[in-house]
């Protein structure tokens, strides 16, 4: 079982050489907009959060990395990209993130790029220095969540692409009052009759 919670630790932030063995429980509640690219999302109004971002976060010392299980539960509100209605829904993301200070090998320890790009492929984040900043991989996780064509229900009318109405509140009767329908205007082509 991980251990309590140490206060000191900031749940943006952790310094490795306050988890202990056993590992490490975390849960916060922040705000969206304390995150760049989550206020980003909010200024543009493409999305609004209704509710902080809780986040749980268990925390395990591996032999060569440490591996992060997290989890955030928000709720979003978005406009539906057919209907345009706003409309709220959970968010929920569950991820793994693994964090290693060692170098990989065969790799030139100056060449930052580098070093990030070898521990990516195998699956780590590099970490400099003492401490552990999830700010931007904990915000990343929240965006990777954020559905990118939102829908109010899979099965949304939308509008009527003439009249505008919202044909998730019932049909609309623009298509009675232009009496035409779309093959009304072959009926005055005066095709020639075949005899
Ligand atoms: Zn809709
Ligand atoms: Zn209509």
Excluded: W
Aim: charged share 25%; net charge negative; with cysteine.
């Amino acid at each position: 079982m991980p251990g309590p919670a140490i206060t000191r630790v900031s749940v943006m932030k952790i310094e490795i050489h306050h988890i202990p063995a056993q590992g490490l429980s975390l849960n916060a509640e922040r705000p969206a907009r304390h995150f760049a690219g989550l206020k980003e999302l909010i200024d543009s109004s493409e999305c609004v959060f209704v509710a902080p971002l809780s986040i749980q976060l268990e925390v395990r010392p591996e032999r060569d990395f440490i591996r992060i299980k997290g989890r955030i539960d928000t709720t979003i509100r978005q406009a539906c990209v057919r209907c345009l209605d706003k409309f709220e829904r959970p968010l929920k993301t569950r991820f793994t993130l693994n964090y290693s200070k060692k170098i990989p090998q065969d790799v030139h320890q100056d060449d930052a790029e580098a070093v990030e790009l070898t521990a990516a492929q195998i699956g780590m984040i590099f970490i400099k220095g003492e401490e552990i900043d999830l700010t931007d991989d904990l915000q990343e996780q929240v965006i990777m969540a954020i559905p990118y064509k939102p829908l109010c229900a899979e099965d949304c009318r939308g509008l009527c692409a003439h009249c505008g109405h919202d044909l998730n509140t019932g049909p609309c009767h623009c298509g009675e009052q232009r009496t035409e329908g779309p093959f009304a205007m072959l009926k005055n082509l005066n095709l020639p009759v075949k005899k």
